[in-house]
């Protein structure tokens, strides 16, 4: 009776060893966009090529969010870097399957124009503005401030064009026009026409607006499949390690950082790179304080359009 108990002993102890070289040689594949969202992780990623026993990580960088959303929801994708909006719109859709873990990056838009005599929000009163997406997340923030500082519909113009370089070439042509531009475009816009200035960081515009709310503009979260989240906790939980260290670590070398967004095809040009890095707001917030951000930004959004956040806001599990 011995023999046989053994050998089955012998099985469960081979087949669960088994199991644990399967878990710890399990990568977590990461998706994010072509932009700020992406310049966050950069060291991590090179950390990942450079060591991946230690930084079990697959990378995916898309140029739109569309591209992103499906495989998280296949199940292809256990981490994304997204805007704050569609992570909530992602989590209607999944019916509460995904949770956000950190906010990657804060305000990110600037008004960039040649004009002189515009210093504050008052002054955009009878000009035109020229920006993309309309009704997507600059639009709404333009409005949000235009509307709270006392400017109403008619006071102003908005023109949208399809690609930030197409405001960019505007800006480009005509010096004197005002044009709303996110990081690294802002930043390339001036450094290619020394007479545009940033007339207005939008980002700390809005933080004024909020008054003693304290609210930031959140533009980019990082969002997790639940799944992933309940069999994989402990690796999400080092990969939020790795993002602050790899955050801090750009900071702290923007020179290496923007070399790393050229290579990975983020920027163009390492100068503008380096010159973009300290306006692009990467952090890595979490716990209360991110849920207290996020949520406050989530609330504006709805009151402007319930649609930009899913037709209603997350529930109480949306945050980590």
């Given at each position: 009776m011995k023999k046989p108990f053994i050998i089955l002993l012998l099985l469960c102890c081979l087949l669960a060893c088994s199991c644990g070289r399967q878990q710890e040689a399990e990568s977590v594949r990461i998706g994010s966009l072509k932009g700020p969202t992406s310049l966050g992780i950069l060291f991590l990623m090179e950390e990942a090529e450079q060591n991946p026993q230690g930084y079990p990580y697959e990378f995916q960088i898309a140029t739109g969010a569309d591209e992103l959303?499906?495989?998280?929801?296949?199940?292809?994708?256990?981490?994304?870097?997204?805007?704050?909006?569609?992570?909530?719109?992602?989590?209607?859709?999944?019916?509460?399957?995904?949770?956000?873990?950190?906010?990657?990056?804060?305000?990110?838009?600037?008004?960039?124009?040649?004009?002189?005599?515009?210093?504050?929000?008052?002054?955009?009163?009878?000009?035109?503005?020229?920006?993309?997406?309309?009704?997507?997340?600059p639009d709404a923030s333009l409005h949000y401030i235009l509307q709270h500082s006392g400017l109403q519909e008619g006071d102003y113009t908005l023109e949208?064009?399809?690609?930030?370089?197409?405001?960019?070439?505007?800006?480009?042509?005509?010096?004197?026009?005002?044009?709303?531009?996110?990081?690294?475009?802002?930043?390339?816009?001036?450094?290619?026409?020394?007479?545009?200035?940033?007339?207005?960081?939008?980002?700390?515009?809005?933080?004024?607006?909020?008054?003693?709310?304290?609210?930031?503009?959140?533009?980019?979260?990082?969002?997790?499949?639940?799944?992933?989240?309940?069999?994989?906790?402990?690796?999400?939980?080092?990969?939020?390690?790795?993002?602050?260290?790899?955050?801090?670590?750009?900071?702290?070398?923007?020179?290496?950082?923007?070399?790393?967004?050229?290579?990975?095809?983020?920027?163009?040009?390492?100068?503008?790179?380096k010159e973009a890095i300290p306006k692009c707001n990467l952090v890595c917030i979490t716990g209360e304080e991110m849920k207290g951000m996020l949520s406050s930004y989530l609330e504006v959004l709805a009151q402007f359009n319930e649609e930009l956040v899913g037709g209603r806001l997350p529930e109480e599990d949306f945050y980590y």
């Open positions: 959303l499906p495989l998280v929801v296949k199940g292809e994708l256990d981490i994304a870097l997204v805007p704050s909006n569609v992570a909530a719109a992602l989590y209607q859709k999944t019916e509460g399957g995904v949770t956000v873990i950190d906010i990657n990056t804060l305000g990110v838009l600037y008004l960039i124009t040649g004009d002189p005599d515009i210093a504050e929000v008052e002054d955009l009163r009878d000009k035109r503005i020229y920006l993309t997406g309309k009704g997507t997340i949208y064009k399809s690609e930030p370089t197409e405001v960019a070439a505007i800006l480009a042509q005509e010096s004197s026009a005002i044009g709303l531009l996110p990081q690294p475009f802002a930043t390339a816009a001036l450094m290619q026409n020394e007479k545009l200035h940033i007339a207005l960081d939008m980002g700390a515009v809005w933080e004024s607006c909020q008054g003693e709310d304290e609210s930031a503009m959140v533009t980019g979260v990082t969002i997790v499949r639940n799944a992933f989240l309940l069999e994989h906790g402990e690796m999400v939980e080092t990969f939020l390690e790795q993002h602050q260290s790899s955050v801090a670590a750009i900071h702290e070398k923007p020179e290496v950082g923007a070399a790393l967004a050229v290579e990975a095809g983020i920027v163009a040009k390492e100068a503008v790179a």
